[in-house]
């Protein structure tokens, strides 16, 4: 027996149906012999509708008020699946953030959570009740209702399982868990059991949105065990494990891949002056970020050579104001294109391995995949290809580094667990 | 300078375009150099949408969790009300009851407000905000959230007036104030300047459902000044006036009536007997209400008769278990008929006239109406007359007792005041 924290997405609490299904899997585990608690966000839907409410009256309304109007969705969300789950035989109780009372710092619309009173939850779960949590939600220290912004019932999903020092802290969403890739891409791409925190923050920094990088964070921060796993399918989902290893014996855990990238060389540079000294300050100042980075000096030539990513959003912009700044200077020869995708093999395995670049490049050579630049890091490999070949590259490096797997397989293997 | 209490219903929010009207009301308050409490309702329609969501889970939801649901209404209409306030200029912030704090008992769903900390208000008001309160609403001693029923944002309102003595508590409605009868009946009926709180609770519990009773009584009880007026159309609509009097030199301030009638005859009945101490027993066990009651001996007769009335939804019951405990001594005969509407002229200068009933009888005799039933308390003589008859019985009896006005001039004399 152990203390859970559950937590419920609003694609999850959508409609009553989908609400009886939360219901039905909290039941499961209270039936398991666990006490539970159970964090959700708004119906979706709701909170659109009441910030549409809201900027009908005023575009920039005030952040205190607007807080006050978001904190009721996620409150419906409590209250009705308290009567479902009371409807069921659970005892139950619903919790506003003002009632368990979760303590935020002062910032309206992106708080942050500064401590969590466990007093009254855990006078609950003494009691056999689940405790009902409304999540994204708390109060300052006049009393003040604040949300946490976007993604925050994640949050406070793992907040609430660090203050309860529970056992493990479930985030249920709309896929089985963290794949090796996206299964859109390659269907081939296995589900994992098991990931650890810095590879599930390379993971979701490189748009594998499956939990929010704030939340991974803190997970980590007050060790707490996060599991991510599917409302609607049967499975055990993928643990998010603490420490350095996940166990597996794997090289690469996963493959994330990014097509909102685009790239400007500027070659021809002269080897005297340090252009990076120039060129950052120049890109941060415009507010343009610089992803992937790299400077080359070839061999015996007599100039250098420096290559960087940025969004694409950015691309017509710091291109012009590279131009601006290094075009005067007609040795040097400025080029970019945005029709290019970054990919990125992740995995704590590459610690300690060498030559994965060697490996990469070789794999894609045989299906003629260029690689325009490559980036490596302690736990991960980047690498940017032109964007149109960018599947066919998911798919090579999938099969090169054994990530295969058969999803009906897998499937079957984690409902038989 | 004062401070005032204002109350706006769901009809008055019930949307953005309303709730702008509202706001304009508000300020122009707050330009006359007053504190301003706003204590509003639920947005129509909103507490409907919630109770059906959670009614489609459980016909009977849990009354902790329904109070906690049905909160989040007025909760909505607080937080877009102090939107439209600022959004005019005016610092304004919303309050959940349980910010207030407004302290309740434990019954949900018609909870009683036990104790109001105004300490946060006050700090407002002293800051130059205006309050906005959401009605209906309050907390118990654990931090549950509890609703006190229909109609419960009058009584917020109202206590909140009570506890912060406030010049003034304005409950706006749909209406311009109380009149002297329904005007859908007798276009001549007059908006009343002043009513007493007795005549204001004689009036709400004979069917005129302007202010909710309870919270007429805790003005009463208070000592709070609270006016009736419209949010839509100007006037300084009619005040409950405290203490016994209005000043007014009237006999009659209003006439009430009500259509939910039915009446049981018993004749026959033996002399020797106490039929009453056997009726009414009979009729309380299987709760039937008795409204107006009369036991006649006819001089110098053998026998007497017993007439009662009752709602018209109980009529049928209320004449079988007479006819089942009664009906066996064949010298008693029982009548009844649900065709009937009582009517009632309410006003403290009853108290001081006798003859009222005359007076009533000749009025209505001069139309041929007939008074099956005539009752008398201090501020009130109701009377029971053919449902068909009830309009000309209204007419008659607001022309013989000097109520008629032009309520085109009525409405002048307000609007220029």
Redesign the interface.
């Known amino acids: 027996m152990g203390l859970i924290v559950q937590k419920f997405g609003g694609s999850s609490v959508a409609d009553?149906d989908l609400?009886?299904i939360v219901a039905a899997k909290v039941a499961e585990t209270v039936a398991a012999g666990h006490q539970v608690v159970v964090v959700v966000s708004a119906m979706h839907g709701e909170t659109d509708r009441?910030i549409k409410?809201?900027k009908?009256?005023?575009n920039s309304?005030?952040p205190?008020?607007?807080d006050?109007?978001l904190?009721?969705g996620e409150?419906?969300s409590?209250?009705?699946l308290?009567?479902?789950l009371?409807?069921r035989g659970i005892s139950?109780?619903?919790y506003?953030g003002?009632?368990v009372p979760i303590y935020t710092d002062d910032a309206h619309n992106k708080a942050r959570i500064l401590s969590i009173d466990t007093k009254?939850i855990r006078r609950d779960l003494a009691a056999g009740k689940v405790a009902v949590v409304a999540g994204f939600q708390g109060i300052n220290e006049h009393?003040?209702?604040t949300t946490l912004g976007r993604g925050g019932s994640d949050t406070t999903a793992v907040a609430l399982a660090a203050a309860l020092q529970a056992d493990e802290c479930q985030i249920y969403t709309d896929v089985k868990g963290v794949y090796t890739t996206d299964p859109r891409i390659e269907p081939k791409a296995r589900l994992l059991d098991k990931i650890t925190i810095n590879e599930m923050l390379e993971m979701a920094s490189l748009g594998a949105k499956v939990l929010q990088s704030r939340s991974v964070e803190l997970a980590g921060r007050h060790n707490v065990p996060v599991r991510v796993l599917s409302t609607l399918e049967e499975g055990k989902g993928t643990l998010v494990v603490l420490g350095d290893s996940h166990g597996a014996n794997l090289l690469v855990s996963g493959i994330a891949f990014n097509k909102d990238e685009a790239k400007i060389i500027l070659s021809g540079l002269s080897l005297q002056e340090n252009h990076l000294m120039r060129l950052l300050p120049l890109l941060s100042n415009a507010n343009i970020e610089v992803d992937m980075l790299v400077q080359n000096h070839i061999q015996g030539g007599d100039s250098q050579e420096i290559t960087f990513t940025t969004h694409k959003n950015d691309f017509e912009k710091a291109l012009n104001l590279v131009q601006n700044h290094f075009g005067h200077d007609n040795r040097v020869n400025i080029t970019g294109s945005d029709q290019v995708a970054k990919l990125s093999l992740i995995g704590v395995g590459l610690r300690s391995h060498a030559n994965i670049s060697g490996r990469i490049m070789l794999a894609l050579a045989q299906e003629n995949i260029d690689v325009q630049l490559i980036t490596t890091s302690e736990i991960k490999v980047s690498i940017l290809i032109a964007e149109n070949l960018l599947e066919n590259g998911v798919r090579t490096l999938h099969a090169a580094f054994q990530l295969d797997g058969n999803p009906d397989q897998e499937y079957m293997r984690a409902a038989a667990q």
């Open positions: 009553l609400m009886q009441l409410l809201a009908a009256i005023n309304p005030s205190r008020e607007m006050a109007l904190a009721t409150q419906l409590t209250a009705l308290a009567i479902c009371i409807n139950a109780c619903s506003t003002a009632q009254n009393g003040d209702v």
